[in-house]
């Protein structure tokens, strides 16, 4: 039992509590990036994808993470609390930390666990700054931490998010509405090399420097407010029919991407989780990483080797973990997804 004092966690007949605690400062660099991304039809699958969020590799996960029969887990990126709530199920002794940095999807998930009100707390929190909430909520060392990178199906179809371009909305993008920083704001307010530049560096877009000049001309008729606006500038941009992409990759798939990934600081956020992951495990416990695009997973890849070969993680996922054909059929988030699960090595 890793945790200090049974005050942590709320009685059985409360309902699931969510702290919000002080934003933590972030340290970094929102335009880091990561490595390549291969861009798949998968990735306009999941842009396109409906409301209902259903959690992917349900069965691996459970498996993997629970072997080792952890007393605590954090869910990283609790969203509608799919994988939680199995996780729960699964094991009826486990107590689990939720963290999100959207309000809403915290809220939804606290519905969506009242029944296991007495072994959850839910924290709106970055898991960037893992250790720290660990920390104030007087937990010494996980069993098992879950990351299932990205944005949920009803993330994306809400309008407000400012994520996809197929439903208008505000040019936002922010999962957490205390960033400051807006998709609209990098595309009126960056100067164009560097609009072209952040949109190759963080998702490859080949034809940034294009994008970049044409949303350059329109801005000065005026500043660039809606989703669907970006959407058909771009589809224009590299010359093609925004109201015919159907069945192929959208235009500006990569270019909702990169700013997402951008205003959301995803790079500087998984590569602090990853650095803080081993310091928050007990001996013996699991970390596994879900994620949707190479950038992310040659992330977690490289973490998992180069803590291997130093003696603290043993790799339990050699190869990345995928969905089968019946997920992949059911699922289409599930196409692109690959789960890596390392475990914390005794400490030497
Ligand atoms: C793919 S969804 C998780 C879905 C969840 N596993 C389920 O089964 O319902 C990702 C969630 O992580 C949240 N998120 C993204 N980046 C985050 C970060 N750096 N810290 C905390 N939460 C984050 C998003 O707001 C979203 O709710």
């Given at each position: 039992m890793r945790l200090r004092g049974s005050a942590n966690w709320p009685n059985a007949s409360r309902p699931p509590s969510i702290k919000r605690f002080a934003p933590l400062p972030h340290v970094g660099n929102p335009t880091r990036t990561f490595p390549p991304v291969k861009m798949v039809r998968v990735m306009s699958d999941a842009l396109d994808s409906p409301s209902v969020h259903v959690p992917v590799l349900p069965e691996e996960v459970c498996s993997l993470l629970l072997a080792c029969d952890p007393e605590v887990a954090v869910d990283c990126t609790l969203g509608l609390a799919g994988h939680a709530r199995l996780l729960l199920e699964r094991s009826p002794r486990l107590r689990l930390i939720g963290l999100d940095v959207d309000s809403h999807n915290l809220s939804a998930a606290a519905e969506r666990l009242a029944p296991f009100a007495g072994r959850i707390q839910l924290v709106k929190a970055n898991f960037a700054d893992l250790r720290e909430v660990l920390t104030r909520l007087q937990v010494e060392g996980a069993g098992a931490i879950l990351a299932d990178l990205g944005v949920s199906s009803n993330q994306i179809s809400d309008p407000q998010k400012g994520l996809s371009f197929e439903v208008d909305g505000p040019l936002d993008m922010r999962l957490d509405e205390n960033l400051t920083t807006t998709a609209a704001d990098l595309v009126n307010g960056l100067p164009e090399g560097e609009l072209a530049d952040l949109l190759y560096l963080q998702s490859q877009e080949r034809l940034s420097r294009k994008i970049s000049k044409r949303i350059?001309?329109?801005?000065?008729?005026?500043?660039?407010?809606?989703?669907?606006?970006?959407?058909?500038?771009?589809?224009?941009a590299v010359g093609q029919n925004p109201d015919a992409h159907r069945g192929r990759i959208h235009p500006a798939t990569r270019t909702f991407m990169a700013l997402r990934m951008a205003v959301n600081r995803e790079a500087a956020s998984l590569q602090r989780l990853l650095a803080q992951a081993p310091d928050c495990l007990r001996a013996g416990g699991r970390i596994g990483v879900i994620s949707f695009h190479s950038g992310e997973d040659r992330l977690v890849k490289d973490d998992f080797r180069t803590r291997s070969?130093?003696?603290?993680?043993?790799?339990?996922?050699?190869?990345?973990?995928?969905?089968?054909?019946?997920e992949s059929a059911t699922n289409p988030r599930s196409r692109s997804a690959k789960l890596r699960v390392a475990q914390r090595e005794s400490s030497p």
């Open positions: 350059c001309q329109v801005r000065r008729q005026g500043r660039i407010n809606s989703t669907v606006q970006l959407a058909r500038l771009v589809a224009f070969r130093a003696g603290i993680y043993e790799l339990v996922t050699k190869k990345p973990v995928c969905a089968g054909e019946v």
